[in-house]
């Protein structure tokens, strides 16, 4: 019976058909019970409501968009200028499924579906990338890993997710994918301009397609978010270290211009053709221009024969003559690019302060250092918590040292044994105090680096230290040095009073880069991409969907060492080297010497080898030799020569071959006929630590999240919106003027309501739900500006009539729609939108107990006379007042010196009256203060809210608290 061979480009197609449809289990099949409800179809994100409002829109007048949305914002609407690429494609997917007619299920099928299948997708370039840089092993596994991994990617990518996230991290990473091989192919076909004005295409081109695709999907990223500059910054970045690699080490830059011009070029031809903003566009031009003038003014030093260092010192100069042009000459535009800036790596404000997703993702609270949420992102690729899968660090080092004890020569060995030294000295952290002012929670695992961020120290380390014989000892110590710089990095980041300091470790780093040996200039592209990615969580967490893709690579690339290492390297005929396509290739036969063919010494560099090739291929190449079958074997043993001396990576592994002897030993084991039994326990065990420690952790957190669509609309909220669309009037007059094609207004005019239009008032995190549930007009909404949201604030805080009625009366507000959050989860963040002291309205006190201060919130009696309370919690009609509690505290300090209220002693009275009185006849050196501990209790007596009339409850069971409350305005009687 004839055996069933599968080829390993057929196994590794399969791998990833199983990790697409894997994906799509975590992304459809889990959470769908939450997305489709009963004949409802939700949406998994807050944002999402709004663009799909747009899609409605779009897909009614397709292909022209509206250019103006009155329903948007009350009073002034919204200029529509663009649609995201993203949404354009859902729209066009719902026209064409519609036939040019799509139903509102079409659309939101199509809007649910989308993300998911992207998110699935997002497999195919993890993989490419991964075998680039490493080989395809490395990339079965970083897909395998990608499709797993839990945390923002995995919410921002499953069914419902209408939001862009998803489509920025498919974009990018498709755009990194292409410009990486054509960084790739350009250097191993030492693509220069003289290839291009010959129209050799044998030459150009696969660097020329990768770099039109790059461009293409660096296009469809600029037009799907307007923070898409950041990309362009890395990329810029990039050119700049490589430019200056280049020139010192007397190498043409020809590939590089081309590359890095032709990728800007299609990506701001996709910018004008959809454009988003003037200011990205007008920085795409200036970014477009960096290759061809770093590529001028390396020329112009290198033929005036000044000094290499001269370059990056004339670079420097320009690069601040033009920040001072710019600052003078355009101020404008300088301070909006520097907002830009700082909106990701310096974010400040209400909404820095009061939006979740904005919050460092190592002190999500107020400076206090937890690993959570990023344990929650990445498991064990960042940090390594909890305490048991310290256990799991074990297991691999015990890996690592059975490998140690048994192999029979020591190359890769240090890569394996600085594991166990790593492990010892993280526990050991583990154990260790940070600095008190960062508040470190005594139930908090300490920083613990993880898979991916020990990768990042290896490949550092191999950057600088590739090639050279070592003591493992040495290499390992070199691997910790790495991995405590990135934790310097990843910590310094993380605290805004100390985030300047986070320049000596990036420094470091980047003088790393400038290391890197030739032939790399694709890998320093994915490092400073994972430098600059890495560093944007610790300042804003919702970046974390961005970090996923290089993590799930570098967390692969580990892997793939442990596994290698532990025995795979031993079983087959021919070893694939990890990092080295094609290595299997590289023993080297006795009678061949590679230097011996290009008569050059065993230190020869780069030049000389590149010299000695040209000398030898123009003697074979001339007259009736290349005929000859003697040359031509010649030939092709000098090209061999040549491509396995000038790639660092080949020219290390084959240095190292000759050395042990590989040959020999090879041949030897295949007299025997026999592979060592150990090598296959070695394997085995290897593969299941990486699969317990690196892909089990990843697996249990995203089957938990995707069972739990955590910002999926309430059902309560769905039935009070669909309420509100079915039970009040149409603010534009026509129940169809939602669909409605909207003209652009000319410069400096309004948009002009009809009388019929009116607002509802809701906080802004729910406007988008009024747009498009409800169909509705709000107030205020997500996109968070500042004006109409302090207006609101200040409108639910009023405790005043007459002020509230003023504000009503601007807002033109109809309808106040609260829900049980807004009086007591998000009270804080009106406060402070409004610029209220929170310790005036809901206090913290501090109740010590056997050693330990806890805090206590309680309310305070101007808590009560607000708005918004009255009216959710008391339905707007008073209260006659009740029990009320006296605290007496005094004032203290903590370890940092801030104050706090301590309590002395606390007592319950039966009337505010009574409590005002017993305050009253105190005379000791104690503080007091009358409070209320339950919000919807009021210690003092309420008046009824005039002019407002409850008309929408959700429905609620026993008696219980509705999540929902709708509030008409009536006028007074």
């Known amino acids: 019976m004839a055996k069933i061979r599968i080829s390993t480009p057929l196994l590794i197609g399969l791998l990833l058909v199983a990790f697409i449809v894997i994906s799509l289990l975590f992304r459809i099949f889990l959470p769908y019970g939450d997305i489709f409800v009963g004949d409802d179809i939700k949406y998994a994100s807050n944002d999402a409501y709004y663009y799909m409002r747009l899609v409605d829109n779009l897909s009614h007048h397709f292909p022209t968009l509206t250019q103006f949305d009155p329903y948007f914002l009350y009073p002034g609407g919204n200029i529509v200028t663009s649609l995201p690429t993203f949404h354009w494609i859902t729209a066009i997917l719902a026209w064409m499924g519609g036939a040019g007619h799509p139903t509102q299920n079409i659309i939101d099928l ?12 997002l497999v195919i370039p993890v993989f490419f990338i991964a075998r680039a840089l490493f080989n395809k092993w490395v990339g079965v596994l970083a897909a395998g890993l990608i499709a797993v991994l839990p945390g923002e ?12 996230p998803v489509a920025e991290v498919f974009f990018t990473t498709t755009a990194l994918m292409f410009l990486i091989l054509a960084v790739k192919a350009a250097v191993q076909k030492q693509l220069s301009f003289s290839h291009i004005f010959k129209g050799d295409w044998k030459v150009m081109l696969k660097p020329l397609i990768y770099s039109v695709l790059a461009g293409v999907f660096l296009g469809f990223y600029l037009t799907t978010w307007q923070g898409a500059l950041i990309f362009v910054f890395i990329l810029v970045l ?24 032709l990728t800007l070029l299609l990506a701001l031809i996709m910018l004008l053709i959809n454009p988003m903003s003037s200011d990205v566009t007008l920085a795409m031009v200036i970014a477009l221009l960096v290759p061809p003038v770093l590529w001028g003014i390396s020329k112009l030093i290198s033929s005036r024969g000044f000094k290499e260092y001269f370059y990056p010192v004339t670079l420097a100069v320009i690069g601040g003559l033009a920040v001072v042009v710019v600052y003078f000459g355009a101020q404008g535009m300088f301070h909006t690019l520097l907002a830009k800036f700082n909106f990701v790596f310096f974010p400040t404000g209400s909404s820095a302060i009061t939006t979740l997703e904005m919050t460092p993702m190592l002190t999500p609270q107020e400076n206090i250092f937890t690993t959570n949420v990023a344990w929650g992102n990445f498991s064990t690729h960042i940090f390594i918590a909890p305490w048991w899968l310290i256990f799991g660090i074990g297991a691999a080092a015990i890996c690592a040292y ?22 010892v000295i993280m526990i050991i952290l583990t154990a260790t105090q940070m600095p008190n002012e960062y508040n470190l929670l005594d139930d908090q695992v300490k920083f613990i680096p993880g898979v991916a961020i020990i990768s990042m120290g290896v490949l550092f380390y191999t950057l600088i230290r590739r090639g050279q014989e070592q003591r493992w000892y040495i290499s390992a110590l070199w691997v910790v040095a790495m991995i405590a710089t990135l934790s310097l990095l990843v910590v310094f980041t993380t605290y805004s009073n100390i985030r300047y300091l986070a320049l000596i470790p990036l420094a470091i780093l980047v003088y790393i880069l400038f290391k890197q040996s030739e032939g790399d200039e694709h890998l320093r592209l994915f490092l400073v991409w994972s430098l600059v990615i890495l560093i944007i969580p610790m300042i804003q967490r919702r970046f974390q969907y961005y970090l996923a893709v290089n993590f799930a690579v570098l967390s692969a690339y580990l892997s793939w060492q442990i596994i290698w290492l532990a025995g795979i390297k031993k079983l087959v005929k021919q070893p694939e080297e990890p990092g080295i396509k094609g290595a299997a290739r590289l023993e080297a036969p006795k009678e061949q010497d590679y230097y011996t063919i290009l008569g050059v010494g065993k230190n020869a560099d780069f030049t000389t080898i590149k010299k000695a090739y040209r000398r030898l291929m123009q003697d074979y190449q001339s007259g009736q030799e290349q005929k000859d079958a003697e040359s031509k074997k010649r030939m092709k043993e000098i090209n061999k020569a040549y491509e396995t001396l000038t790639n660092p990576r080949l020219r290390a592994s084959y240095d190292s071959s000759r050395r042990k002897g590989y040959e020999k030993k090879s041949a030897k084991s295949k007299r025997k006929g026999q592979t060592p039994k150990l090598y296959y326990v070695n394997t085995i065990l290897a593969i299941i630590v990486v699969f317990l420690f690196v892909f089990c952790p990843s697996i249990s957190q995203a089957q938990a999240q995707s069972q739990v669509v955590s910002y999926a609309l309430s059902d309560n909220w769905q039935a009070a919106m669909l309420w509100m669309k079915d039970n009040t009037p149409a603010p534009m007059g026509d129940p169809e003027a939602y669909y409605k094609y909207y003209d652009a207004l000319p410069p400096g005019e309004e948009f002009e309501y009809p009388e019929s239009a009116y607002a509802v008032t809701a906080w802004w995190d729910y406007g988008y739900w009024i747009i498009r549930v409800a169909q509705r007009i709000p107030n205020v909404n997500p996109s968070q500006s500042p004006g109409p949201i302090r207006k609101v604030a200040s409108f639910f805080l009023s405790q005043d009539k007459d002020a509230a009625d003023a504000l ?10 609260a829900d049980y959050e807004i009086t007591t989860g998000k009270y804080w963040a009106m406060l402070n939108w409004a610029g209220l002291d929170q310790e005036k309205y809901i206090p913290t006190f501090y109740i010590e107990q056997e050693g330990m201060v806890y805090p206590r919130q309680v309310f305070s009696i101007d808590y009560y006379s607000t708005l918004i309370v009255r009216l959710f919690n008391f339905n707007g009609q008073g209260a006659p007042g009740g029990k009320a509690v006296v605290i007496t505290y005094q004032e203290a300090l903590d370890v940092n010196g801030i104050i706090f209220k301590l309590v002395v002693d606390a007592q319950e009275f039966v009337s505010y009256q009574d409590a005002l009185n017993f305050v009253n006849t105190q005379e000791s050196n104690y503080k ?3 409070v209320g501990v339950d919000p919807f209790t009021s210690p003092i007596p309420l008046e009824p809210v005039e002019g407002y009339q409850l008309v929408y409850n959700s429905p609620t069971s026993n008696d219980a608290i509705p999540e929902i409350k709708i509030f008409e305005y009536i006028g007074d009687d």
């Open 153 to 164: 990617l995995l919410s921002r990518s499953m069914l419902g997710a209408g939001d862009n």
């Open 808 to 817: 009503r009366q601007e807002l033109n507000s109809r309808y106040i729609v």
């Open 928 to 930: 007091y203060e009358i």
């Open 110 to 121: 199509i809007g649910v579906y989308l993300p998911a299948i992207l998110g699935a997708l």
């Open 238 to 261: 990039y050119y700049i270290i490589q430019f200056i690699i280049n020139h010192l080490k007397r190498k043409s830059s020809d590939y590089l211009c081309i590359v890095g011009f």
């Open 402 to 423: 059975l490998l140690y004890l048994n192999s029979r020569n020591g190359n890769g060995v240090s890569l394996l044994v600085f594991f166990i030294i790593t492990a």
